[in-house]
């Protein structure tokens, strides 16, 4: 297993001038051009591949007819909810890298960029340090990031040869495979287990996992940091807590209602104003603190993606809370029973 060259194009008969560690999966991009005699191509990479995206097109350039113009997206990308709509609208071909899709479409082209990273010694190491042994409880609970989904039915044989009952399920339709996580969406770790084994980078994902589904224990196996660890969410609960006690004698609210194609919670930040002759509606695009500094608000509400108060909050100047958490600070719900905010729809 070690030894896989599965998704390295360097090891496929396509000529590159560029060395690859992943498939970008050219040959279905060249397949598009042609199919739509496309003349003008949208690119768009997540900010961590964006440093990638001048090679793919170099590669691309090299065996694509010569009146073809590739266009390398400059906007924000976090998920497959952050698509570049303006530069959708201006290609023929909208080519989306890193993320499996949200909802399908005929006008895009995902290529999800699986990991050649190899899961399973990590994964050998949370059996012997977190998981409990199988004669003690064999049902565990299965789930990744679209990156690693390319293994993950070799990860569920894996376990199930130790001698694990393996739970698994397709969230909801925001979900794209069997056992797949979203930042905002942890729908495939509602089974019938009380542990979940989590295979992939980061804490943010079982964290998340681990406050919307308190009942489990929920183990990280990270192949990227070679790392085990269990999900504990005492600080983050204690974090949002504090935003919460910050905002309780807010006047003014800034209701914030995202613009991007999969974030937009329009009833939810309509109620809130609704009910609220004190709740201003500010739409938006990119959620940044600088560009809400200006607005003179004692509070937001954030009704789009829920990273942008989980991850960014404390650098805003004023709190930053989810739709939830603004029912606890005016007395609408108590403060203990606040979940972590979670996306069920698509667009």
Partial sequence: MSGSTEGDLTKTGMALKHDREWDYELDRILEAIEERDASKVGLQFPEGLKRRGPKVADDLREVAPDDVTFMLSGQPCYGACDLDTYLMRRTDVFVHFGHTPMKESDSIVYVPLFSNVDPFPI?????????????????????????????????????????????????????????????????????????????????????????????????????????????????????????????????????????????????????????????????????????????????????????????????????????GEYEAAIGEKQLDSIEFDTFHDTW
């Fill in 123 to 323: 994964m050998e190491d949370a059996l012997e340090e977190e998981l409990t042994a199988p004669e003690e409880d064999a049902d565990v609970g299965l789930v990744t990031t679209a990156q690693h989904m390319n293994r993950f039915e070799e990860m569920t044989d894996w376990l199930e040869e130790r001698g694990y009952e393996v739970h698994t399920r397709r969230g909801d339709d925001r979900l794209t495979k069997e056992g797949q996580v979203l930042g905002c969406n942890y729908a495939s770790a509602d089974i019938d287990a009380e542990q979940v084994l989590y295979v992939g980078g980061g804490k943010f994902h079982p964290v998340g996992l681990a406050m919307e589904h308190p009942d489990k224990r929920v183990v990280i196996a990270d192949p990227v940091n070679n790392a085990v660890s269990v999900a504990e969410h005492d600080q983050f609960l204690k974090q949002r807590y504090a935003s919460v006690h910050k905002a309780m004698d807010a006047e003014k609210w800034g209701v914030i209602f995202c613009t991007k194609i999969g974030q937009g919670r329009w009833e939810t930040a309509q109620e809130i104003v609704d009910n609220n002759e004190n709740a201003y509606l500010i739409t938006m695009d990119e959620v940044t603190p600088d560009r809400l500094r200006n607005f003179d608000m004692d509070a937001f509400v954030n009704t789009g993606c829920p990273r942008i108060t989980t991850d960014d909050g404390p650098r805003f100047h004023k709190p930053m809370l989810t739709p």
